[in-house]
């Protein structure tokens, strides 16, 4: 992608685009065509930067292998945890690599990815379900950490399995069949503090590593997050375990980059963020950063707050980090939020950054409703 | 008798489901009064809630502590009269359909069953009638509704609503929770409370009844 004159920002944002377009659950979630037409349709009518292919990103891997879903009339779908695909450890072993073009939704995923990249702006990227949160969707996750402590060999070769038997071969399809060079792999089981940062850096990060190693011999970049800092509870945020959850993101990418997407960082301090990059600084590297604006506070508001967020992620990290904006907007987020949020990062993150945001007017913009702009754009175009 | 009592109390906090299930056993067996058991494993899990708030531990310990008290739970509440269960008042609570996470529910459900209530569990992707049908039937003080999906959220205003076309909203408190939803919310679907997780949850449940 060519640099852009400011600050990215990156959406995610599929239950958003279904509830918007008024597409129905089912259709959305088995219709490649679909989901790409509505999700660059979306995109260009909030004018984000780049455009990725979302889906159902948790389920697409464990669903091929047989595990239950449950599919709402109005929802995105869901592996069913009361009923685990591995309800036994011996259960691993009737389990097989899927059939890419067959098994599930898979090939309704490497559809997503091919269409997707063909697009303007897309991206020829795939995502796939990131080891430890796999081994979560084929066994749930209070048996998985009761294996974790009572039987962590087959623990060991559940995350084998996972990686040589179902990620690697699904990477090598995706390459083959949609084109894509890179894939992100989702990993929110392996965050913090659903597991400890000993237990991630013992259980989550080898296998992330592992699949980074081997997708990467075929010519893929394949990185699953791990540790991502998603304490809740305000009152517990603890900035030595914030920096225990960087040395791992780190590891993890194999070189400096953090991503602080599902926390509160709308109410977490930023300066301890400023503390762990500042040996990089020293060194003049401009540390990767992609923070997320909180879905709760985006979908509830108001435009001003979500503003001021931006302009403070902006102003703490954009002149001396590589940042990225990001922002997963709930179902019924209002659209004049996701506007204002795009604006203030386009206007308050024109590059150079300027030394005083204050200095910079900003008022958010008045759109037109989405029915609106889309009449107006079919008028044009016809 | 009191090594059973500190044995079992340990083996919640440390989230031994086997150990603590046998102990629970053996100290039923061995003639000890059931309601002083149970507040072993009560007392267990209330000090895990604190080491959980203090940030000393994680969701996987505390996970693993809940199974440890529901595994001896299990054992020990044949032989307990509901009074000790469900003194505070009765919660029915479930997670709206389309939507089968229970995780948060499970910690949820503990928290508010070690605080004193009787909880009705009416599990997961719960369809809207039944929620109406169970609030009719059951006449809960406080009804509970739980989603982890933004699509799913949607569903709970629904619910709400639907209480009220039956005439039975002033007769229920309702609470809501799940990772997409905020006090916001809460106050736009016109629910009573919030609970941000299963700490926050018990306690505003027991705020609801007057009992803090």
């Known amino acids: ?382 | 008798m009191e090594d059973f009592i500190l044995e079992l109390k340990r083996a919640v906090i440390e989230g031994e489901d086997d150990l603590a299930q046998e102990i629970a056993r053996r100290a039923l067996d061995g003639g000890l009064h059931p309601t002083a058991v149970y507040q072993a494993i009560v007392n267990g899990i209330q000090e895990v809630g604190e080491l959980w708030k203090r940030g000393q531990y994680f969701h996987s310990d505390v996970i693993m502590s809940a199974e440890a008290f529901w595994a001896s739970a299990a054992v020990i509440e044949p032989y307990l009269s509901g009074t000790e269960t469900g003194g505070i008042g009765k919660y029915v609570i479930g997670t709206v359909a389309g939507d089968v996470h229970n995780l948060g529910k499970m910690m949820v459900v503990t928290m508010l069953r070690v605080s004193g209530f009787e909880v009705i569990d009416l599990g997961e992707d719960v369809p809207g009638i039944t929620f109406i049908e169970k609030v009719k039937e059951l006449k809960p003080d406080i009804l509970g509704l739980g989603c982890y999906m933004t699509t799913t959220m949607l569903e709970i205003g629904n619910i709400i609503k639907s209480l009220n076309d039956n005439g039975l909203r002033d007769s229920v408190k309702v609470m809501i929770g799940g990772v997409p939803v905020s006090q916001q919310f809460a106050d736009e679907v016109g629910a009573d409370a919030w609970g941000k997780d299963a700490i926050d949850a018990s306690e505003k449940a027991k705020g609801i009844m007057g009992v803090i």
């Not at chain 1, 995350?159 to 890179?182: A, M, N, W």
């Not at chain 1, 037109?368 to 009449?375: A, N």
């Open chain 1, 1 to 382: 992608m060519t640099e852009l004159p400011h600050v990215p920002v990156y959406t995610l944002m599929h239950d958003h685009v279904m509830v918007l377009t008024g597409v129905p659950a089912q259709k959305y979630h088995h219709d490649a065509k679909t989901l790409v037409d509505t999700t660059v349709e979306v995109a260009e009518y909030y004018r984000t930067d780049t455009w990725v292919a979302h889906l159902d990103n948790y389920n697409i891997e464990a669903e091929a292998l047989g595990a239950r879903m449950v599919y709402g009339e109005h929802s995105e779908p869901a592996i069913d945890f009361r009923d685990p695909l591995i309800k036994e450890p011996g259960d691993l072993l009737k389990l097989n690599t899927p059939d890419f073009y067959h098994d599930g939704r898979l090939l309704y995923a490497l559809e997503c990815f091919r269409l997707m990249k063909d697009k303007k702006k897309g991206r020829r990227s795939g995502t796939f379900c990131g080891p430890f949160s796999l081994a979560v969707a084929l066994r749930s996750y209070p048996l998985l950490i009761k294996d974790i402590r009572k039987r962590p060999e087959f623990v060991r070769d559940l995350l084998t399995f996972c990686v040589d038997d179902v990620i690697i071969p699904y990477l090598r399809v995706q390459k083959e069949y949609s084109g894509v060079t890179s894939s992100g792999g989702v990993n929110a089981w392996a965050s913090i503090p659903n597991l400890s940062p000993a237990e991630v850096k013992e259980w989550a990060l080898p296998c992330s590593l592992l699949t980074t190693e081997k997708a990467r011999e075929f010519g893929i970049e394949a990185r699953s997050l791990v540790a991502d800092y998603c304490e809740e509870r305000l009152e517990n945020f603890d900035a030595g375990v914030l920096h225990q959850a960087f040395d791992l993101q780190v590891a993890s990418a194999g070189k400096p980059l953090l991503d602080l997407i599902m926390g509160r960082w709308q109410d977490y301090p930023l300066q301890p963020v400023l503390d762990y990059t500042a040996k990089y600084r020293e060194q003049g590297i401009r540390v990767p950063v992609r923070i997320a604006i909180n879905a709760r506070v985006l979908r509830d508001g108001p435009v001003d707050r979500i503003v001021g967020l931006v302009k403070r992620f902006i102003d703490t990290f954009a002149r001396e980090h590589e940042l990225t904006i990001s922002m997963h907007p709930p179902a019924d987020t209002n659209p004049d939020h996701i506007h204002a949020a795009v604006a203030a990062v386009h206007t308050f993150g024109q590059k150079p950054v300027r030394e005083n945001l204050d200095e910079i007017e900003f008022t958010p913009p008045r759109r037109e409703s989405f029915t609106e702009w889309q009449k107006t754009r079919r008028a044009i175009t016809e």
